[in-house]
């Protein structure tokens, strides 16, 4: 890693550790029901909601109840967006006379949303209309994320109650979320992406005469070209808060009209991931305990940095089979170096490998560059981070509950090898806890493997691939991995817009999004109607540096013994064949 890679590095993990306190601080508060002063004016509107739709903000929920009006509300929105795609074309603000999307890509396209992975096998300035990009998506982003946010919260509620039946109001969670954080969060981002460039207009396409016209394959002489431009910047804000990932155009955060500068780059990568580790604070407080949160972010720090630092090394250091043809790969002052192939250069590669790192450590899968040409271990980074299950970070809300089922895990287990009984902040981990664990840990893997072993074995999920050998599986692997694990990045090499993928990726997302939620929200219901026990001399402290070394090492072991033979005939597979020729 030279110097420069270095410096930009460290500056983004610095910004995004040093914002953590204060806004993980806020978000507290905000559970706790004592209002920063700055929105207070706000809390009447949240009233009003409340009365319009026949909320009592004193009524809580137990488990069951819980989990069924947060599926009930996401199945709700599903709905919704599935018939707004597929009747767009009678409805207004559709400049560009966009058709209705087909049946399976727009289920597909719906549960993807809901669900929070924002998983796209579309162009969307050439598929979505402005209503549906506005009211379908750009809804969904903010209230799926809010949605997983507000499962995390129940859950810490069921460490810090005491024998209660209770762990909450859904409603309540969400419209504080949207309201008090993600919606402030997303207007602030918005104003700043505007005043960079990015598009926020009801205008339509605009035509631009080329500099240098050319004769098409049919005959034709062209001249100009169909801009595309929409209500970019209100979209792109909460895609990047709320760790959704979807782009308004094509080619993602890659796109001029979406990232047009390196201040507009760093802000959408600091975007990325800042709720999903102001949260791990945001925990600490919650649970009166600020250790354990700092605790839990060490954890996933631990686990980011080696693996973004693989990321930006192997792509700095090229293509082994461009050395041995005696290709400068070295960066210069007249050049970056190393593997510059799918970046936009005015970003360079370590911004790239920085994006591609932190959208895959959370479940966010924007990109600014593709990493279907990443070299192949530097693209098994991404690769792994989403196959870790989405922990090291993590979406915002499902990335901190997800880490938190690997430390029950890991109590579990270290109670195990030292004989005393499973605790972690005062409640004894015991068999159901355990059991729901075990599930939200394996699903995920078993939604990917199983994927990606229908779509090798039948044709239909080899007809739309573009790569043979190692390198075409990885696209295949990928495409699983992200789907399963509510990511929505994708290897470019596969045509995943076909009427097979549509649907097991749908499943996967589906699946993936509701069979760790619903056991969270179980854990969250049996801890609280638990007992707190004291501390005492056998209390195993969760918060040393022992045991954050111990949880990152569950966290890998998972993932190696889980992924690691799929990875060799993928990426390992292809690095290898890489060196042999």
């Given at each position: 890693?030279?110097?420069?890679?270095?410096?930009?590095?460290?500056?983004?993990?610095?910004?995004?550790?040093?914002?953590?306190?204060?806004?993980?601080?806020?978000?507290?508060?905000?559970?706790?029901?004592?209002?920063?002063?700055?929105?207070?004016?706000?809390?009447?509107?949240?009233r009003?909601?409340?009365?319009?739709?026949g909320?009592r903000?004193?009524?809580?929920?137990?488990?069951?109840?819980?989990?069924?009006t947060?599926?009930?509300?996401?199945?709700?929105?599903?709905?919704?967006v599935?018939?707004l795609?597929?009747?767009?074309?009678?409805?207004?603000?559709?400049?560009?006379?966009?058709k209705?999307?087909s049946?399976?890509?727009?289920l597909?396209?719906?549960?993807?949303?809901?669900s929070?992975?924002?998983?796209?096998?579309?162009?969307?300035?050439v598929?979505m209309?402005?209503?549906?990009?506005?009211?379908?998506?750009t809804?969904?982003?903010?209230?799926?994320?809010?949605?997983g946010?507000?499962?995390?919260?129940?859950?810490?509620?069921?460490?810090?109650?005491?024998?209660?039946g209770t762990?909450?109001?859904f409603?309540?969670?969400?419209?504080?979320?949207?309201?008090?954080?993600?919606?402030?969060?997303?207007?602030?981002?918005?104003?700043?992406?505007?005043?960079?460039?990015?598009?926020?207009?009801?205008?339509?396409?605009i035509?631009?005469?080329?500099v240098?016209?050319?004769?098409?394959?049919?005959?034709?002489?062209?001249?100009?070209q169909?801009?595309?431009?929409?209500?970019a910047?209100?979209?792109?804000?909460?895609?990047?808060?709320?760790?959704?990932?979807?782009?308004y155009?094509?080619?993602?955060?890659?796109?001029?009209?979406?990232?047009?500068?390196?201040?507009?780059?760093?802000?959408?990568?600091?975007?990325?991931?800042?709720?999903?580790?102001?949260?791990?604070?945001?925990?600490?407080v919650?649970?009166?305990?600020?250790?354990?949160?700092w605790?839990?972010?060490?954890?996933?720090?631990?686990l980011?940095?080696?693996?973004?630092?693989?990321c930006?090394?192997?792509?700095?250091?090229?293509?082994?089979?461009?050395?041995?043809?005696?290709?400068?790969?070295?960066?210069?002052?007249?050049?970056?170096?190393?593997?510059?192939?799918?970046?936009?250069?005015?970003?360079?590669?370590?911004?790239?490998?920085?994006?591609?790192?932190?959208?895959?450590?959370?479940?966010?899968?924007?990109?600014n560059?593709?990493?279907?040409?990443?070299?192949?271990?530097?693209?098994?980074?991404?690769?792994?981070?989403?196959?870790?299950?989405?922990?090291?970070?993590?979406?915002?809300?499902?990335?901190l509950?997800?880490?938190?089922?690997?430390?029950?895990?890991?109590?579990?287990?270290?109670g195990?090898?030292?004989?005393?009984?499973?605790?972690?902040?005062?409640?004894?981990i015991?068999?159901?806890?355990?059991?729901?664990?075990s599930?939200?840990?394996?699903v995920?893997?078993?939604?990917?493997?199983?994927?990606t072993?229908?779509?090798v074995?039948f044709?239909?999920?080899?007809?739309?691939?573009?790569n043979?050998?190692?390198?075409?599986?990885?696209?295949?692997?990928?495409?699983?991995?992200?789907?399963?694990?509510?990511?929505?990045?994708?290897?470019?090499?596969?045509?995943?817009?076909?009427?097979?993928?549509?649907?097991l990726?749908?499943?996967?997302?589906?699946?993936?999004?509701?069979w760790?939620?619903?056991?969270?929200?179980a854990?969250?219901?049996?801890?609280?109607?638990k007992?707190?026990?004291?501390?005492?001399?056998?209390?195993?402290?969760?918060?040393?540096?022992?045991?954050?070394?111990?949880?990152?090492g569950?966290?890998?072991?998972?993932?190696?013994?889980t992924?690691?033979?799929a990875?060799?005939?993928?990426?390992?597979?292809?690095?290898?064949?890489?060196?042999?020729?």
């Open positions: 890693m030279n110097v420069n890679n270095f410096i930009q590095a460290a500056i983004y993990m610095g910004v995004l550790l040093l914002l953590a306190k204060p806004l993980g601080t806020f978000m507290a508060r905000v559970y706790q029901g004592d209002i920063p002063v700055i929105f207070r004016w706000l809390t009447p509107l949240e009003v909601l409340y009365r319009i739709c909320i903000e004193s009524d809580e929920m137990n488990w069951k109840t819980y989990a069924g947060m599926l009930s509300f996401n199945l709700v929105g599903l709905l919704a599935y018939l795609q597929r009747v767009q074309d009678f409805l207004p603000l559709n400049p560009a006379g966009m209705a999307v049946p399976d890509s727009s597909n396209t719906a549960i993807s949303f809901a929070n992975t924002n998983w796209q096998g579309y162009s969307g300035e598929t209309s402005y209503l549906t990009q506005m009211i379908g998506l809804v969904q982003n903010f209230v799926s994320a809010a949605a946010m507000a499962v995390l919260v129940a859950l810490i509620r069921g460490f810090i109650r005491k024998e209660a762990i909450g109001n409603w309540v969670d969400l419209t504080r979320t949207v309201l008090y954080i993600l919606l402030p969060l997303s207007i602030v981002l918005s104003l700043l992406l505007v005043s960079q460039g990015v598009v926020q207009t009801f205008g339509s396409s035509q631009s005469n080329l240098e016209s050319f004769t098409a394959d049919d005959g034709a002489k062209v001249a100009s169909l801009i595309a431009t929409g209500p910047a209100s979209q792109i804000a909460i895609k990047q808060l709320g760790t959704n990932g979807g782009g155009f094509n080619v993602n955060s890659a796109h001029p009209f979406e990232n047009p500068t390196p201040f507009s780059n760093f802000l959408e990568m600091l975007s990325i991931l800042l709720i999903a580790a102001a949260l791990c604070y945001t925990f600490g919650m649970v009166n305990d600020r250790r354990q949160g605790a839990l972010l060490a954890a996933m720090t631990i980011f940095i080696p693996l973004l630092y693989v930006i090394v192997q792509e700095q250091n090229g293509n082994p089979v461009f050395k041995s043809l005696e290709v400068d790969q070295q960066a210069s002052v007249g050049q970056p170096g190393g593997n510059m192939e799918g970046k936009e250069a005015r970003f360079g590669i370590a911004s790239s490998a920085i994006w591609a790192s932190a959208t895959t450590a959370a479940s966010n899968g924007s990109v560059s593709m990493h279907d040409s990443y070299t192949p271990l530097g693209g098994m980074v991404p690769m792994f981070l989403i196959q870790a299950g989405e922990v090291i970070y993590g979406g915002v809300g499902s990335g509950y997800g880490m938190l089922l690997f430390v029950i895990i890991a109590v579990f287990a270290a195990l090898m030292v004989g005393r009984t499973p605790e972690y902040l005062g409640k004894k015991e068999s159901f806890e355990i059991k729901m664990a599930i939200g840990i394996l995920p893997p078993l939604l990917v493997l199983a994927g072993s229908f779509a074995v044709a239909a999920g080899k007809s739309s691939l573009l043979p050998g190692p390198h075409g599986f990885s696209e295949i692997l990928y495409a699983f991995s992200s789907a399963g694990n509510n990511n929505g990045s994708a290897f470019a090499g596969l045509n995943a817009n076909i009427v097979f993928y549509n649907y990726l749908g499943i996967a997302m589906f699946g993936a999004r509701y760790i939620a619903i056991p969270v929200l854990i969250a219901g049996s801890l609280a109607a007992k707190t026990v004291p501390v005492s001399s056998g209390t195993l402290p969760t918060h040393s540096l022992l045991f954050i070394v111990f949880l990152a569950i966290v890998v072991m998972v993932g190696a013994l992924f690691v033979p990875l060799a005939l993928g990426p390992i597979a292809e690095q290898l064949l890489l060196h042999v020729h």
